[in-house]
């Protein structure tokens, strides 16, 4: 199992350009999320997908368009790059549903994130 | 809302001393409670997890962590530290909710291990 792959690592872009960082599991979970991590700012949540064919809004999300492919895929989008957008991306996925029947098994697998450049 | 503060955002430590990672939370909802370490240039690996009973948790790489609720906080020790341990560690809590769950980090704080 490769667990929660992304791609590109690195990505330098001029403000303006466009670009989609795509992630992928191998786990068979149903929910994917997209988190950006800032200096002293932990991780916030840009958006997510509880379910294949549903997304969300997170705490972060101007500027950011997601698709949620299929199952295994869930790729984040940025129409037209700011320098505020420099950050590291990271993509997580869940075995958890919708809904809060049970908690055990909401541990997110977190992938090795995509360190973005925009100048 | 849901909030989450590390109230130290980097703790120096020698090797073989103890450490503990200070996390204080905010929720008006019952509360499920994780700590993540993230080593240079990787992802965050869950350390351990708080859904319910035991107020000590262990975890692996020989955490543990207490959940107080009387004083809303989840800190994260280590008798123990090796130089290994050097990483960023992230206390977090999950939102239930219908339309998905969500995490909610802390600022992060990270730990220098030396020798």
């Known amino acids: 199992n490769a667990g929660v792959t992304q791609t590109p690592k690195f990505q330098v872009l001029k403000t303006g350009q466009s670009m989609t960082l795509q992630c992928a599991q191998d786990?068979?979970?149903?929910?994917m999320y997209w988190y950006r991590q800032d200096p002293g700012m932990g991780l916030r949540l840009i958006y997510y997908?509880?379910?294949?064919?549903?997304?969300d809004k997170g705490e972060v999300p101007n500027g950011y368009n997601v698709s949620r492919l299929n199952k295994r895929e869930f790729s984040l989008r940025l129409e037209s790059a700011a320098p505020s957008q420099t950050s590291v991306y990271f993509c997580a996925s869940s075995d958890k549903l919708a809904g809060g029947l049970s908690v055990s098994t909401d541990t997110q697998y977190f992938g090795p994130g995509t360190r973005l450049t925009v100048l | 809302a849901q909030s989450v503060t590390q109230l130290d955002s980097q703790v120096p430590v020698f090797e073989e001393a103890p450490v503990e990672l200070r996390c204080n939370y905010s929720?008006?909802?019952?509360?499920?409670l994780f700590w993540y370490v993230q080593y240079p240039n990787q992802g965050l690996q869950l350390l351990l997890k708080?859904?319910?009973?035991?107020?000590l948790v262990k975890g692996i790489n020989g955490f543990e962590a207490e959940f107080n609720k009387s004083q809303t906080s989840f800190h994260l020790r280590k008798p123990s530290v090796h130089i290994s341990d050097t990483a960023e560690y992230f206390c977090a809590v999950l939102l239930i909710k219908a339309a998905g769950n969500k995490l909610t980090f802390g600022g992060g704080t990270r730990v220098l291990v030396k020798p």
């Open positions: 786990m068979n979970h149903n929910s």
């Open positions: 997908s509880a379910s294949e064919g549903t997304t």
């Open positions: 708080y859904l319910s009973g035991s107020t």
């Open positions: 929720s008006s909802v019952s509360v499920y």
